[in-house]
């Protein structure tokens, strides 16, 4: 998702910007079963009377905001998209393609939770489109899932892949989390091996944060947690030598693929592409403008029905800053960027050189194996 960027006041006038030029689409669904303490994307407890106002908002979002844009790429995220019912789904679907020109769709991402997993869910799925599901893992160990708040175990995590895989999904991304508070090198290792088992074309990697509104942060905060930069840059080494092993290339710091399995979504955000993003909180990205939507589901369904943007912030994005967010984002995949964007930071690039972070990759340059451990300050730096 894009950098937070100081905004202006909110807008809510009736009038939006074009999202014609808009060839990535992604949907917010707040919804989860249970909120887990480390996730600070907004979310929401499914509850009854929430859903089905929250699926006509979004498709009225669609018709007012996004009507005949051609995505390529899709992806709904949440919270849990598939805490939605089938027939929440169905209704989704329908009309989201009644306002969009689905023929160019290459590739059409859902998140879901292995506790939301079902042969009926599966193939209504695969019948709307989609061809790719994320499926969030964090952990194979009962006692750290349970730490997380997952609602899930790692018996159901092999049941619900297999459902994918028989209802027809041949790319497959799980999720997983290291520097988890008393994670072990051992139980890290462990959840890697378990993970590659089951062969998915995909896997995240990602190290824990402590975000502000969450639960880990105010546990961080009384002294109940502590954050080891040392200990999670052992974990990633180790990810990412487990995972080279395992055929999973690394194409940016927490992603990994087997050959041709990366994620064209994400790559799209990375690389800098505009991007619509409907529902409460979805941020957008078009042309010189960004903007957010709302994060209050209550709220986000209130604006809609009564016909003005749902829009907290917005901004127009300067040249300069969308370059530089272009260089930090590029910098992240290892594949790195021209050398020729980072011009005009020459006494940056000379420093970053200098001090073992930054090296030649070919005709490019990128992040060393320990720039990437420095990445986000990295990125504050160019930004």
Not at 55 to 62: H, I, L
Not at 73 to 97: D, K, M, Y
Not at 259 to 277: F, K, P, V
Request: with cysteine; aromatic share 8%.
């Amino acid at each position: 998702m894009p950098l937070l960027l100081k905004t202006e006041s909110p807008k809510t006038e009736n009038s939006a910007p074009t999202a014609q030029k808009a060839r990535h689409l992604y949907i917010h669904i707040p919804f989860c079963l249970q909120i887990c303490p480390y996730c600070s994307f907004y979310k929401d407890l499914a509850g009854p009377g929430k859903a089905d106002p929250l699926v006509e908002a979004v498709v009225r979002e669609a018709e007012r905001f996004g009507r005949g844009i051609a995505p390529r790429t899709i992806f709904i995220g949440g919270g849990t998209p598939t805490a939605l019912s089938v027939s929440q789904l169905e209704r989704l679907f329908a009309g989201l393609r009644e306002q969009m020109d689905f023929t160019r769709v290459e590739e059409f991402t859902i998140e879901m939770n292995p506790a939301t997993v079902t042969k009926r869910k599966a193939e209504l799925l695969r019948r709307a489109g989609v061809n790719r599901v994320s499926m969030g893992v964090q952990s194979w160990d009962p006692d750290l899932l349970k730490l997380l708040g997952r609602v899930h175990d790692a018996e159901q995590v092999r049941r619900s892949f297999a459902i994918l895989r028989r209802a027809g999904f041949d790319n497959l991304n799980l999720d997983l989390i290291y520097g988890i508070p008393g994670q072990t090198l051992a139980q890290w290792e462990e959840s890697i091996r378990q993970t590659a088992a089951l062969r998915p074309e995909h896997i995240s990697a990602y190290c824990l944060t402590y975000e502000e509104d969450t639960e880990f942060f105010e546990r961080q905060a009384r002294g109940e947690f502590a954050e080891d930069r040392d200990s999670d840059a052992g974990f990633f080494e180790r990810g990412v030598a487990l995972l080279g092993a395992a055929g999973y290339g690394q194409y940016e710091i927490s992603n990994y693929a087997q050959a041709g399995r990366q994620c064209h979504h994400n790559l799209a955000y990375w690389e800098g592409a505009d991007y619509l993003g409907l529902g409460p909180s979805a941020w957008s990205t078009v042309g010189e403008r960004r903007w957010q939507n709302v994060p209050d589901t209550a709220a986000y369904v209130r604006a809609i029905q009564a016909g003005v943007r749902p829009v907290r912030d917005e901004e127009i994005l300067p040249a300069a800053t969308r370059e530089a967010e272009k260089i930090a984002f590029g910098l992240r995949m290892n594949a790195g960027i021209d050398p020729a964007r980072l011009a005009e930071r020459r006494d940056l690039v000379a420093g970053l050189r200098a001090e073992g972070l930054l090296e030649d990759h070919g005709p490019r340059v990128r992040l060393t194996d320990r720039g990437r451990l420095l990445a986000d300050e990295i990125a504050s730096e160019l930004i």
